[in-house]
């Protein structure tokens, strides 16, 4: 029998390989390593896109909570949410904004900013949004 029909190699011979496939797994390395890497930074982009549009839903909400009490003064709303962001955003969520309506039936607040990139030239908005009635005693008389 030869060793090609046994497929075993007799001791102390080597198996040489084609010149053409050195340097293929540094090639491949090169080439799957950056691509890795950039889907790894877009996850977590992706959860601090998540993280920062919950802190603006919590923003707004708590921003109309302060607006609807009786009596609230008319920068209660925003004085809340800008609390709520300092609180909360870390630096998360840059160029904050809040814009406040309040009528005599409903307050509406919109939290607004750009997430903080960790990809280069990549920027995300995020918008918290909430509105609910004014509260107001009404007497039975």
Known sequence: MSNQETGVEPR?????????DRGDATIETVIVVP????????????????????IADAAARDGVSAARLEG????????????TLDRL??????????EAQQSAE????????????????V?????????????RFRSDA
């Not at 609230?72 to 609390?83: I, S, V, Y």
């Open 106 to 121: 409903r307050v509406t607040v919109r939290v607004s900013g750009t997430v903080r990139p960790i990809i280069p030239g």
């Open 35 to 54: 691509v890795l890497v950039f889907l790894i930074m877009g996850i977590v982009q992706f959860g601090m896109w998540m993280h920062a549009s919950h």
């Open 72 to 83: 609230a003064g008319p920068g209660a709303t925003g004085d809340a949410a800008r609390k």
């Open 12 to 20: 102390g011979r080597r198996i040489r390989r084609s010149r053409g």
């Open 89 to 98: 955003a870390n630096g998360l969520i840059t160029s904050p904004s809040v």
């Open 123 to 135: 920027a995300f908005t995020v918008t918290g949004f909430a509105d609910g009635p004014v509260e």
